[in-house]
């Protein structure tokens, strides 16, 4: 079998190793997924296969029928698994199966905490692959040619799972690959008819070519109702296991959820179920399938740029390309699934997918019928709308930024934490609040903050606690971003409560009003006195009526950017234009009361000093001279001790 080619042995890359032990140890409850893994590979691999022929046919070699064969031997404890597809040269063999090519893989073995449970979940979301096959075999080889090289560039591989694994060429006659397991002691069940057949049927029915196995012999039996002897060296026949048709040409009605679930899996080389699915066979002017997942947990790389996202491209039935991010806007790219197009040409590419304008309808088509989706589930099952939110929300703010013309739609699928709920989840939508809106209230509040303590507990929201208006909580950081192209909802505008004079419109009585007014005159030196103290710090000093409970805030001015927005691009780095706070004065509060009575100048500047930086801590902010406050704070409490 071997040519003049020696050995070569080879360490696995440390990311490799790493994930191969974690898969091992954590995946033993669950040790049939293995099959489920190689086939799906096969089965990309002919996907490939079909793709590359499309340009140069001998790659066929004269055998067309793409398949998948599996064969077992119950004593020797081996079961195999082949295709004729793609294939792998050695070079690919040694960085497919020796090195782990996802980005993000570091970063993601980071997070591993030793705790075997918890990182069995992590490993599951990571996707198990190829090295799946460890968790049944000891030992595995992988007999492998790639399509249009010699019979004698074939390659051997084979590994024990634990630091190395060795290459050897081979004279391999027929394309594509093998992969051979030898079942551990405690797996040696696999090497069994009936329990391959259920495992294929369960998990890879809707794989699109055949697997096949060989036909089992019926026995047959002679007059007397004996059993005949089998007759030897006769060629054994074969037949699929699985239904072999592409799952999203099929019905709807003839697909169950159970071939729905184990698709998903497929094409999103995801560990766990999907949270929803749709399903449909678009006819007219532009003809289709789609098949589109929303999954249950945001995938580990998410937020890394070169993430794999989009849908699989085929054109029918040919696959054509995975990741066809032409088909879905940036703001759902954690949606899966395949796209099968019978309009666009079997040698599309990515380039001429960009300027294909049946691509721009098929995206805003795929994109209402994802919103759709998801304000189905909003309405029918908040629990579920929940878990979708909480993993995909901060995704899906990006929305009304990128897509102007589904703006309305996604801002009702939009969920904010409020002082309503009075928790950190964001589970209030913009109808809700709409909703309970008080009479008079004609705009929708809310406060940025880091957090949500910080937010709810913001003084700005004092007067808004004593009338009982309800404020939304922002504490992720594309929400003022968010606002910044929202604008308004049903006809209300959004107005953050620590911008601006506070108008709160109708919702004011006239007596407020007139007693704002009296508290100006009144308080009209004590505001010079503070101006002057303050002086370069702060924009303007005005007396409020937005505090009920503290002595003194600070806002912004209406058309600034707001307080925690700033603190952020300060934070990133972003040189900001100069901007000074107003300080507000709440009158009726006994410290401001004797404020307004201290003569000793010095004294007085202290006490003004103290309310200003307390203003900014109070919001969540950073003071510029942190000793100085503790500074005038102590002489002050021993002051009061004298
Ligand atoms: P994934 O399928 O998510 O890419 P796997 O660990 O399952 O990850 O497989 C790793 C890679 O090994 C595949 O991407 C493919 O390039 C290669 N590979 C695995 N099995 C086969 C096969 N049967 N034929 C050709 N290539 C394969
Ligand atoms: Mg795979």
Same mark, same amino acid.
């Given at each position: 079998?071997?040519?003049?080619?020696?050995?070569?042995?080879?360490?696995?890359?440390?990311?490799?190793?790493?994930?191969?032990?974690?898969?091992?140890?954590?995946?033993? /409850?669950?040790?049939?997924?293995?099959?489920?893994?190689?086939?799906?590979?096969?089965?990309?691999?002919?996907?490939?296969?079909?793709?590359?022929? *499309?340009?140069?046919?001998?790659?066929?070699?004269?055998?067309?029928? *793409?398949? =998948?064969?599996?064969?077992?031997?119950?004593?020797?404890?081996?079961?195999? =698994?082949?295709?004729?597809g793609i294939g792998m040269s050695k070079?690919?063999?040694?960085?497919?199966?020796?090195? =782990?090519?996802?980005?993000?893989?570091?970063?993601?073995?980071?997070?591993?905490?030793?705790?075997?449970?918890?990182?069995?979940?992590?490993?599951?979301?990571?996707?198990?692959?190829?090295?799946?096959? !460890?968790?049944?075999?000891?030992?595995?080889?992988?007999?492998?040619?790639? @399509?249009?090289?010699?019979? /004698?560039?074939?390659?051997?591989?084979?590994?024990?799972?634990?630091?190395?694994?060795?290459?050897?060429?081979?004279?391999?006659?027929?394309?594509?690959?093998?992969?051979?397991?030898?079942?551990?002691?405690?797996?040696?069940?696999?090497?069994?008819?009936?329990?391959?057949?259920?495992?294929?049927?369960?998990?890879?029915?809707? #794989? @699109?070519?055949?697997?096949?196995?060989?036909?089992?012999?019926?026995?047959? $039996?002679?007059?007397?109702?004996?059993?005949?002897?089998?007759?030897?060296?006769?060629?054994?026949?074969?037949?699929?296991?699985?239904?072999?048709?592409?799952?999203?040409?099929?019905?709807?009605?003839?697909?169950?959820?159970?071939?729905? #679930?184990?698709?998903?899996?497929?094409?999103?080389?995801?560990?766990?179920?999907?949270?929803?699915?749709?399903?449909?066979?678009?006819?007219?002017?532009?003809?289709?399938?789609?098949?589109?997942?929303?999954?249950?947990?945001?995938?580990?790389?998410?937020?890394?740029?070169?993430?794999?996202?989009?849908?699989?491209? $085929? &054109?029918?039935?040919?696959?054509?390309?995975?990741?066809a991010e032409q088909f879905l806007p940036? $703001?759902?790219?954690?949606? %899966?699934?395949?796209?099968? /197009?019978?309009?666009?040409?079997?040698?599309?590419?990515?380039?001429?997918?960009?300027?294909?304008?049946?691509?721009?309808?098929?995206?805003?088509?795929?994109?209402?019928?994802?919103?759709?989706?998801?304000?189905?589930?909003?309405?029918?099952?908040?629990?579920?709308?929940?878990? !979708?939110?909480?993993?995909?929300?901060?995704?899906?703010?990006?929305?009304? @930024?990128?897509? !102007?013309?589904?703006?309305?739609? #996604?801002?009702?699928?939009?969920?904010? @934490?409020?002082?309503?709920?009075?928790?950190?989840?964001?589970?209030?939508?913009?109808?809700?609040?709409?909703?309970?809106?008080?009479?008079?209230?004609?705009?929708?509040? $809310?406060?940025?903050?880091?957090?949500?303590?910080?937010? /709810?507990?913001?003084?700005?929201?004092?007067?808004?606690?004593?009338?009982?208006?309800?404020?939304?909580?922002?504490?992720?950081?594309?929400?003022?971003?968010?606002?910044?192209?929202?604008?308004?909802?049903?006809?209300?505008?959004?107005?953050?409560?620590?911008?601006?004079?506070?108008? *709160?419109?109708?919702?004011?009585?006239?007596?407020?009003?007139?007693?704002?007014?009296?508290?100006?005159?009144?308080?009209?030196?004590? #505001?010079?006195?503070?101006?002057?103290?303050?002086?370069?710090?702060i924009d303007s000093v005005r007396v409020?009526?937005?505090?009920?409970?503290?002595?003194?805030?600070?806002?912004?001015?209406?058309?600034?950017?707001?307080?925690?927005?700033?603190?952020?691009?300060?934070?990133?780095?972003?040189?900001?234009?100069?901007?000074?706070?107003?300080?507000?004065?709440?009158?009726?509060?006994?410290? &401001? %009361?004797?404020?307004?009575?201290?003569?000793?100048?010095?004294?007085?500047?202290?006490?003004?000093?103290?309310?200003?930086?307390?203003?900014?801590?109070?919001?969540?902010?950073?003071?510029?001279?942190?000793?100085?406050?503790?500074?005038?704070?102590?002489?002050?409490?021993?002051?009061?001790?004298?």
């Amino acid at each position: 079998m071997t040519t003049a080619t020696s050995k070569e042995t080879l360490g696995f890359q440390t990311e490799a190793k790493q994930l191969l032990q974690l898969m091992i140890h954590s995946l033993y /409850s669950n040790k049939e997924i293995f099959l489920r893994e190689l086939i799906s590979n096969a089965s990309d691999a002919a996907d490939k296969l079909r793709f590359e022929a *499309l340009a140069d046919g001998t790659l066929y070699e004269n055998d067309p029928e *793409l398949k =998948i064969t599996i064969t077992f031997d119950q004593e020797a404890k081996t079961l195999s =698994i082949s295709d004729n597809g793609i294939g792998m040269s050695k070079d690919d063999v040694i960085s497919h199966l020796g090195t =782990i090519a996802k980005s993000g893989t570091a970063e993601f073995l980071g997070r591993l905490s030793g705790d075997e449970k918890k990182d069995s979940q992590l490993i599951g979301q990571f996707g198990v692959g190829f090295y799946s096959a !460890f968790i049944v075999a000891d030992r595995v080889e992988v007999l492998t040619r790639r @399509a249009g090289l010699e019979p /004698s560039e074939g390659i051997h591989w084979e590994s024990e799972g634990e630091a190395e694994f060795s290459v050897e060429s081979i004279e391999k006659a027929d394309r594509g690959t093998t992969v051979i397991l030898h079942l551990r002691e405690d797996s040696a069940d696999f090497a069994d008819n009936w329990r391959i057949r259920s495992v294929v049927k369960k998990y890879s029915d809707h #794989i @699109a070519i055949p697997v096949l196995m060989e036909k089992q012999a019926t026995p047959d $039996y002679d007059d007397e109702g004996k059993e005949k002897p089998v007759e030897e060296n006769t060629t054994p026949e074969f037949e699929a296991v699985n239904d072999a048709t592409a799952l999203w040409t099929r019905s709807r009605s003839e697909v169950t959820d159970e071939e729905y #679930i184990e698709f998903y899996k497929h094409v999103s080389h995801d560990f766990e179920d999907p949270l929803s699915w749709t399903h449909n066979k678009v006819e007219g002017k532009l003809e289709y399938n789609s098949l589109l997942y929303v999954p249950k947990k945001a995938p580990f790389d998410m937020w890394n740029r070169e993430a794999s996202r989009g849908l699989k491209l $085929y &054109v029918q039935r040919t696959f054509i390309m995975d990741d066809a991010e032409q088909f879905l806007p940036l $703001y759902l790219r954690f949606i %899966k699934g395949v796209i099968d /197009s019978n309009d666009l040409s079997l040698n599309v590419s990515r380039e001429i997918l960009q300027q294909d304008p049946a691509v721009d309808s098929m995206k805003s088509a795929v994109t209402k019928r994802v919103l759709d989706t998801l304000s189905k589930i909003a309405k029918n099952d908040s629990e579920k709308y929940q878990l !979708f939110w909480d993993q995909f929300g901060q995704v899906l703010k990006e929305g009304p @930024a990128e897509d !102007f013309s589904n703006k309305e739609k #996604i801002a009702k699928l939009l969920r904010f @934490a409020s002082t309503h709920t009075n928790s950190d989840v964001q589970s209030n939508s913009l109808e809700d609040y709409v909703g309970r809106m008080k009479e008079g209230q004609d705009k929708i509040y $809310y406060v940025a903050a880091e957090n949500f303590t910080t937010g /709810s507990n913001s003084p700005h929201l004092e007067v808004f606690r004593k009338k009982d208006i309800e404020v939304l909580v922002f504490y992720d950081r594309i929400d003022e971003w968010l606002m910044g192209h929202m604008m308004d909802f049903d006809g209300k505008q959004f107005q953050d409560v620590g911008k601006g004079e506070l108008n *709160l419109g109708d919702l004011e009585g006239e007596d407020d009003k007139k007693e704002k007014e009296k508290l100006e005159t009144e308080n009209k030196d004590l #505001i010079e006195r503070v101006k002057k103290v303050l002086g370069e710090k702060i924009d303007s000093v005005r007396v409020t009526n937005r505090l009920t409970d503290s002595p003194a805030c600070l806002v912004v001015g209406e058309d600034d950017m707001g307080a925690q927005m700033r603190r952020i691009m300060e934070q990133a780095g972003q040189a900001m234009p100069e901007s000074k706070p107003i300080l507000e004065l709440n009158p009726e509060h006994s410290l &401001v %009361k004797k404020l307004d009575q201290e003569s000793d100048e010095d004294r007085f500047a202290d006490l003004v000093d103290i309310l200003f930086d307390q203003s900014t801590l109070a919001e969540g902010g950073q003071l510029d001279d942190p000793a100085a406050y503790v500074h005038r704070l102590n002489k002050l409490i021993l002051d009061l001790s004298k």
